[in-house]
Nanobody, 119 residues
Framework: QVQLVESGGGLVQPGGSLRLSCAAS????????MGWYRQAPGKQRELVAS???????NIADSVKGRFTINRDNAKKMVYLQMNSLKPEDTAVYYC?????????????WGQGTQVTVSS
């Protein structure tokens, strides 16, 4: 069974930092682009950051300069370092990965981890 499991969410004060991690496991043959999305209450899910297998990144303008994405291909993990957090960063953060597994090539999602920025 292929799955993505996020960790690292929680409650943080404005200006604080959090690091999210996402681990891919199962019968995975290749992982292409990995990314982080977020969804705030009443809003659509939006891309926060993505990273290709080769390390090229795409960062949303709203978090550019504050968030950093990186990955460890050997460990099948992707990370999101979030600094200078703002209340508007509050959302459920989802890990996403484009993967080839024994079942074929699919887009996979994690279950989400809550990030709350509040004093």
């Amino acid at each position: 069974q292929v799955q993505l499991v996020e960790s690292g969410g929680g409650l943080v004060q404005p200006g604080g930092s959090l690091r999210l991690s996402c681990a891919a496991s199962g019968s995975i043959l290749t992982i292409y682009t990995m990314g982080w999305y977020r969804q705030a209450p009443g809003k659509q899910r939006e891309l926060v950051a993505s990273i290709t297998r080769g390390g090229s990144t795409n960062i949303a303008d709203s978090v550019k300069g504050r968030f950093t994405i990186n990955r460890d291909n050997a460990k099948k993990m992707v990370y999101l370092q979030m600094n200078s957090l703002k209340p508007e960063d509050t959302a459920v953060y989802y890990c996403n990965a484009d993967m080839i597994t024994v079942a074929g090539r699919y887009d996979y999602w994690g279950q989400g981890t809550q990030v709350t920025v509040s004093s």
